[in-house]
T-cell receptor
Framework: KAGVTQTPRYLIKTRGQQVTLSCSPI?????VSWYQQTPGQGLQFLFE???????NKGNFPGRFSGRQFSNSRSEMNVSTLELGDSALYLC??????????FGPGTRLLVL | GESVGLHLPTLSVQEGDNSIINCAYS??????FIWYKQESGKGPQFIID?????DKRQGQRVTVLLNKTVKHLSLQIAATQPGDSAVYFC???????????FGKGTKLTVNP
Protein backbone atom coordinates (compact mmCIF):
# COMPACT_ATOMS: atom_id res chain seq x y z
CA LYS A 1 0.00 0.00 0.00
CA ALA A 2 1.43 3.39 -0.95
CA GLY A 3 2.28 5.77 1.88
CA VAL A 4 1.34 9.38 2.39
CA THR A 5 2.58 11.60 -0.41
CA GLN A 6 3.15 15.32 -0.30
CA THR A 7 3.82 17.76 -3.09
CA PRO A 8 5.88 19.70 -3.69
CA ARG A 9 8.81 18.49 -1.59
CA TYR A 10 10.61 21.83 -1.63
CA LEU A 11 9.37 25.35 -2.17
CA ILE A 12 10.90 28.82 -2.09
CA LYS A 13 8.63 31.83 -1.79
CA THR A 14 9.01 35.49 -0.91
CA ARG A 15 7.27 37.42 1.85
CA GLY A 16 3.72 38.39 1.02
CA GLN A 17 3.15 35.55 -1.40
CA GLN A 18 0.79 32.68 -0.80
CA VAL A 19 1.43 28.96 -1.09
CA THR A 20 -0.65 25.78 -1.46
CA LEU A 21 0.63 22.41 -0.32
CA SER A 22 -0.93 19.10 -1.23
CA CYS A 23 -1.27 15.80 0.60
CA SER A 24 -2.54 12.44 -0.60
CA PRO A 25 -3.35 10.09 2.30
CA ILE A 26 -2.96 6.35 2.46
CA UNK A 27 -5.78 4.63 0.58
CA UNK A 28 -8.74 4.10 2.90
CA UNK A 29 -7.66 6.76 5.39
CA UNK A 30 -10.24 9.49 5.89
CA UNK A 31 -8.44 11.64 8.44
CA VAL A 32 -5.71 14.04 7.39
CA SER A 33 -3.77 16.18 9.85
CA TRP A 34 -1.26 18.93 9.17
CA TYR A 35 1.72 19.88 11.34
CA GLN A 36 4.39 22.53 11.19
CA GLN A 37 7.89 21.56 12.27
CA THR A 38 10.57 24.12 13.12
CA PRO A 39 13.81 23.80 15.11
CA GLY A 40 12.55 26.28 17.68
CA GLN A 41 8.99 25.11 18.22
CA GLY A 42 9.16 21.43 17.29
CA LEU A 43 6.10 19.73 15.84
CA GLN A 44 2.95 21.79 16.17
CA PHE A 45 -0.56 20.81 15.14
CA LEU A 46 -2.23 22.96 12.50
CA PHE A 47 -5.56 21.28 11.78
CA GLU A 48 -7.26 17.96 11.11
CA UNK A 49 -9.87 17.02 8.51
CA UNK A 50 -12.17 14.04 8.41
CA UNK A 51 -14.64 13.44 5.59
CA UNK A 52 -14.15 16.97 4.26
CA UNK A 53 -14.85 18.60 7.65
CA UNK A 54 -12.33 20.35 9.86
CA UNK A 55 -12.64 18.69 13.27
CA ASN A 56 -9.88 20.40 15.16
CA LYS A 57 -7.62 23.39 14.74
CA GLY A 58 -4.38 24.42 16.41
CA ASN A 59 -3.25 27.84 17.53
CA PHE A 60 -2.21 29.32 14.22
CA PRO A 61 -3.39 32.57 12.63
CA GLY A 62 -6.13 32.66 10.03
CA ARG A 63 -3.50 32.93 7.29
CA PHE A 64 -3.22 29.16 7.60
CA SER A 65 -6.17 27.32 6.11
CA GLY A 66 -6.92 23.94 4.67
CA ARG A 67 -9.49 21.81 3.01
CA GLN A 68 -10.18 18.20 2.21
CA PHE A 69 -11.71 16.78 -0.93
CA SER A 70 -14.15 13.93 -1.33
CA ASN A 71 -11.29 11.55 -2.20
CA SER A 72 -9.64 12.48 1.15
CA ARG A 73 -6.82 14.39 -0.50
CA SER A 74 -6.07 17.57 1.38
CA GLU A 75 -4.52 20.94 0.71
CA MET A 76 -3.26 23.59 3.04
CA ASN A 77 -2.82 27.22 2.12
CA VAL A 78 -0.74 29.92 3.72
CA SER A 79 -1.47 33.45 2.62
CA THR A 80 0.67 36.56 3.07
CA LEU A 81 3.79 34.55 3.86
CA GLU A 82 6.12 35.72 6.62
CA LEU A 83 9.75 34.79 7.21
CA GLY A 84 8.68 32.83 10.28
CA ASP A 85 6.56 30.53 8.13
CA SER A 86 9.72 28.83 6.90
CA ALA A 87 9.34 25.27 8.14
CA LEU A 88 8.79 21.65 7.28
CA TYR A 89 5.06 21.09 6.77
CA LEU A 90 4.01 17.54 7.50
CA CYS A 91 0.83 15.78 6.60
CA UNK A 92 -0.35 12.65 8.40
CA UNK A 93 -3.21 10.32 7.62
CA UNK A 94 -5.14 7.80 9.68
CA UNK A 95 -8.35 5.80 9.53
CA UNK A 96 -9.66 8.01 12.30
CA UNK A 97 -7.44 10.21 14.48
CA UNK A 98 -5.28 7.78 16.39
CA UNK A 99 -2.30 6.15 14.73
CA UNK A 100 -1.15 8.76 12.26
CA UNK A 101 1.21 7.97 9.40
CA PHE A 102 3.31 10.84 8.15
CA GLY A 103 4.40 11.87 4.70
CA PRO A 104 7.91 13.12 3.88
CA GLY A 105 6.91 16.76 4.29
CA THR A 106 7.18 19.91 2.21
CA ARG A 107 10.09 22.15 3.11
CA LEU A 108 9.08 25.78 2.67
CA LEU A 109 11.61 28.58 2.65
CA VAL A 110 10.33 32.14 2.77
CA LEU A 111 12.80 34.82 1.67
CA GLY B 1 -0.68 22.14 27.77
CA GLU B 2 1.19 22.34 24.48
CA SER B 3 4.74 21.06 24.33
CA VAL B 4 7.24 23.58 23.04
CA GLY B 5 10.44 22.50 21.33
CA LEU B 6 13.55 24.08 22.81
CA HIS B 7 17.00 22.57 22.68
CA LEU B 8 17.05 18.94 21.67
CA PRO B 9 18.18 16.43 24.33
CA THR B 10 20.75 14.01 23.01
CA LEU B 11 21.64 10.42 23.77
CA SER B 12 24.76 8.73 22.51
CA VAL B 13 25.15 4.94 22.78
CA GLN B 14 27.44 2.23 21.49
CA GLU B 15 26.20 -0.19 18.87
CA GLY B 16 24.75 -3.25 20.56
CA ASP B 17 23.86 -1.45 23.79
CA ASN B 18 20.30 -0.90 24.94
CA SER B 19 18.90 2.63 24.67
CA ILE B 20 16.30 4.25 26.88
CA ILE B 21 14.60 7.44 25.71
CA ASN B 22 12.39 9.28 28.17
CA CYS B 23 9.44 11.58 27.76
CA ALA B 24 7.38 13.55 30.27
CA TYR B 25 3.89 14.18 28.96
CA SER B 26 1.80 17.14 29.91
CA UNK B 27 -1.87 16.15 30.09
CA UNK B 28 -3.03 13.77 32.82
CA UNK B 29 -6.21 13.19 30.77
CA UNK B 30 -4.21 11.81 27.82
CA UNK B 31 -5.02 8.19 27.18
CA UNK B 32 -3.11 7.32 24.04
CA PHE B 33 0.61 7.64 23.45
CA ILE B 34 2.82 7.08 20.43
CA TRP B 35 6.53 7.00 19.74
CA TYR B 36 7.80 8.23 16.40
CA LYS B 37 11.25 8.07 14.82
CA GLN B 38 12.36 10.81 12.45
CA GLU B 39 15.43 10.42 10.30
CA SER B 40 17.07 13.39 8.65
CA GLY B 41 15.06 14.64 5.69
CA LYS B 42 12.11 12.34 6.35
CA GLY B 43 8.75 12.52 8.05
CA PRO B 44 8.16 10.89 11.45
CA GLN B 45 7.78 7.11 11.29
CA PHE B 46 5.42 5.26 13.65
CA ILE B 47 7.27 2.93 16.04
CA ILE B 48 4.88 1.80 18.74
CA ASP B 49 1.84 3.00 20.66
CA UNK B 50 0.27 2.32 24.04
CA UNK B 51 -3.05 3.08 25.68
CA UNK B 52 -3.43 4.33 29.22
CA UNK B 53 -4.97 1.04 30.40
CA UNK B 54 -1.57 -0.61 29.86
CA ASP B 55 1.79 0.05 31.47
CA LYS B 56 3.99 -1.88 29.06
CA ARG B 57 3.90 -2.90 25.43
CA GLN B 58 6.53 -4.69 23.39
CA GLY B 59 7.32 -4.63 19.72
CA GLN B 60 10.24 -5.83 17.68
CA ARG B 61 13.35 -4.70 19.63
CA VAL B 62 11.32 -1.90 21.23
CA THR B 63 9.39 -1.65 24.48
CA VAL B 64 7.28 1.27 25.66
CA LEU B 65 6.68 1.81 29.38
CA LEU B 66 3.98 4.10 30.73
CA ASN B 67 3.91 5.46 34.26
CA LYS B 68 0.69 7.44 34.66
CA THR B 69 1.44 8.36 38.26
CA VAL B 70 4.34 10.58 37.25
CA LYS B 71 3.19 11.18 33.64
CA HIS B 72 6.26 9.51 32.20
CA LEU B 73 6.76 7.51 29.05
CA SER B 74 9.88 5.68 27.97
CA LEU B 75 11.06 3.88 24.86
CA GLN B 76 13.57 1.10 25.21
CA ILE B 77 15.49 -0.07 22.16
CA ALA B 78 17.32 -3.36 22.50
CA ALA B 79 20.64 -4.01 20.78
CA THR B 80 20.77 -0.53 19.26
CA GLN B 81 22.01 -0.39 15.68
CA PRO B 82 23.46 2.49 13.61
CA GLY B 83 20.19 2.57 11.66
CA ASP B 84 18.43 3.55 14.89
CA SER B 85 20.18 6.92 14.83
CA ALA B 86 17.41 9.50 14.52
CA VAL B 87 15.27 11.93 16.52
CA TYR B 88 12.63 10.19 18.61
CA PHE B 89 9.38 11.93 19.55
CA CYS B 90 6.69 10.93 21.98
CA UNK B 91 3.16 12.15 21.31
CA UNK B 92 0.06 12.15 23.48
CA UNK B 93 -3.63 12.32 22.72
CA UNK B 94 -6.73 12.70 24.81
CA UNK B 95 -9.87 10.75 23.94
CA UNK B 96 -12.18 12.92 21.87
CA UNK B 97 -9.40 15.21 20.71
CA UNK B 98 -8.27 14.83 17.13
CA UNK B 99 -4.78 16.17 17.59
CA UNK B 100 -1.48 14.75 18.77
CA UNK B 101 0.70 16.84 21.07
CA PHE B 102 4.36 16.13 20.49
CA GLY B 103 7.24 16.26 22.91
CA LYS B 104 10.53 18.03 22.19
CA GLY B 105 12.27 15.01 20.76
CA THR B 106 15.51 13.27 21.66
CA LYS B 107 18.37 12.84 19.22
CA LEU B 108 19.82 9.35 19.41
CA THR B 109 23.29 8.76 18.01
CA VAL B 110 24.59 5.22 17.74
CA ASN B 111 28.37 4.90 17.59
CA PRO B 112 29.76 1.89 15.70
Amino acid sequence: KAGVTQTPRYLIKTRGQQVTLSCSPISGHRSVSWYQQTPGQGLQFLFEYFSETQRNKGNFPGRFSGRQFSNSRSEMNVSTLELGDSALYLCASSRDWETQYFGPGTRLLVL
Amino acid sequence: GESVGLHLPTLSVQEGDNSIINCAYSNSASDYFIWYKQESGKGPQFIIDIRSNMDKRQGQRVTVLLNKTVKHLSLQIAATQPGDSAVYFCAENKAGSEKLVFGKGTKLTVNP
